[in-house]
């Protein structure tokens, strides 16, 4: 049977390409032979409920166990009345376990012999297991898809439930969400939080399932290539993982687009080229996966750590919760030196141009007169048309954007779009702390390296600071010329057409720079 890379719910082993769950969580069958309950919480769009459906359906077919994956999401209109989201999820529980097709007691039967009109979850789960023939395991996710007394009501039965395992309740109960107990919302809003595990305090531990490892990625693209004959290049599997960093949404989202779109011939061999081709149209497409997390970018919590990250800035006084919101959304991960950065190149990507873009849709028409007649760019010409336009439309431009600390740069940014517009890319690179962010204008056969950094009341001239920058950056792409933007912030300047400026300056490397303050 014919797979394909799947992009879109959870994945089904019979026609999709996927990984074992028990070697992306292998610790878990050891926790459930123990009889634990236990806690998994990870970023959407990872794979948690694959594996865990994956896992359940091991289990059962080990015949040591009935195992099921249960969601509790449909109780979270309900967050103040325990009952009705109970009965709402105990239809849904059925429903799943009826389509299952396994060996447990329907509601109506329950209710018949324990007399019993309105079951609890406690009840349900402590039938169930009496009536399993085989010890029952249980996952339920979205967990933390609901809130108030309906989600303490929960934990708390489960607690209550928990020493009559396994002859009288699950042997093993697994929680799946994107938060870990003590961050479960306490409120519908999500502003207060449980900050203990107390109402869940039988756990044994808690998992954060991980993204693939460029290992993961080399073993689920060979699946491909076994069924197909089409090869992934060694090269291109390391740039996936780069771009993705094992993001696995993303890691079958380049692939389905190259295999069923872009090289759908088994007998065209994916290269590089391919994988950044596929990487661009997935980026101006915005699916799903990619618009969700821009529509976060909306929030006031998310500004306030990703515009310091996006300019170069020391993340503020900001709430610890408000971090750990950033990470289990898979936005920002930890860097190794402990700093928080976006999670791969392409949020990197995503983000800015999500920013930018009504700066872009509020752009005038502006005739590409950087194009020589061989159709690739004049960098001397470019400069004097941003030149003019900056003068004459990047300040009243600046409120296109409610990121305002850097709204020059998503301005500046917009501009750059509308020159590449679909002929070239633009890569960017910033880093917490570093004060700076830069980018890479790639076009046909030109290259063009460019550094951004502010001066701020109180700061001294970044100029010199920027150009020992600039030389490291123009170093990595092996350039001898760049630009080095100042956008001048200080209170009480000129408007920006009457002190937008450029200047000729030569870099501690020696390297020849164009320097552009406005």
């Excluded at 290269?271 to 699916?287: F, G, M, P, S, W």
Aim: net charge negative.
């Amino acid at each position: 049977m014919t797979k394909w890379f799947n992009t879109a719910g959870p994945c089904k082993s019979d026609i999709h390409y996927m990984l074992s769950a028990t070697d992306r969580l292998p610790q878990l069958k050891h926790l459930i032979d123990q009889e634990n309950y236990f806690v998994i919480h990870a970023p959407r769009q990872i794979g948690k409920t694959t594996a865990m459906i994956s896992l359940a359906q091991e289990l059962t077919k080990s015949g040591q166990y009935i195992a099921v994956l249960l969601s509790v999401e449909v109780g979270a209109v309900f967050p103040h009345d325990p009952q009705l989201a109970q009965n709402s999820i105990l239809n849904h529980w059925w429903n799943q376990i009826r389509l299952l097709q396994l060996p447990l007691p329907s509601l109506a039967q329950m209710r018949q012999e324990s007399g019993i009109t309105e079951l609890d979850l406690q009840t349900v789960l402590q039938s169930w297991a009496i009536a399993s023939p085989l010890p029952l395991v249980v996952f339920l996710d979205e967990i933390d898809a609901l809130s108030d007394e309906t989600l303490i009501s929960v934990l708390r039965q489960l607690r209550s439930g928990f020493p009559n395992r396994p002859q009288g309740f699950p042997q093993s109960v697994g929680l799946i969400g994107m938060r870990d107990v003590r961050d479960y919302k306490i409120t519908a809003g999500g502003s207060n939080r449980l900050n203990t595990s107390s109402p869940f305090n039988i756990k044994v531990q808690s998992f954060t399932m991980s993204n693939f490892t460029l290992e993961d990625v080399k073993n689920l693209y060979a699946q491909h290539t076994e069924a197909t004959g089409q090869i992934f290049t060694e090269a291109a599997i390391a740039h996936a993982f780069h771009l993705t960093q094992g993001q696995p949404w993303l890691v079958n989202a380049i692939a389905k687009e190259i295999t069923e779109y872009i090289a759908a011939d088994p007998a065209i061999p994916i290269t590089v080229e391919l994988i950044n081709q596929a990487k661009e149209i997935l980026i101006k497409r915005q699916d799903t996966h990619l618009d969700s997390l821009a529509e976060r970018l909306r929030e006031d919590r998310v500004r306030a750590i990703i515009q310091p990250i996006l300019s170069g800035l020391e993340i503020g006084d900001t709430p610890e919760d408000d971090r750990r919101y950033l990470l289990d959304l898979g936005l920002v991960i930890r860097s190794q030196e402990g700093g928080l950065k976006i999670a791969n190149p392409i949020y990197q990507e995503v983000i800015p141009r999500v920013l930018s873009q009504g700066a872009q849709d509020s752009l005038p028409m502006i005739q590409p007169s950087w194009l020589n007649p061989d159709g690739n760019i004049n960098p001397q010409i470019l400069l004097e048309a941003f030149l003019k336009f900056w003068r004459q439309h990047g300040e009243p431009l600046f409120k296109s954007t409610n990121y305002p600390e850097i709204a020059p740069h998503l301005v500046m940014m917009a501009f750059l779009h509308r020159v590449v517009n679909g002929g070239g890319t633009l890569e960017r690179e910033y880093a917490i702390g570093s004060g700076r962010m830069d980018i890479c204008l790639r076009y046909q056969g030109v290259i063009l390296g460019m550094e951004l950094k502010v001066w701020r009341d109180g700061k001294k001239d970044p100029l010199y600071e920027g150009l020992e920058q600039l030389d490291k950056y123009l170093s990595g792409l092996s350039l001898d010329t760049g630009w080095l933007v100042i956008f001048d912030r200080r209170s009480g300047l000129p408007p920006i057409s009457d002190r937008t400026t450029t200047e000729d300056a030569i870099s501690p490397a020696g390297r020849n720079i164009i320097v552009i303050r406005g």
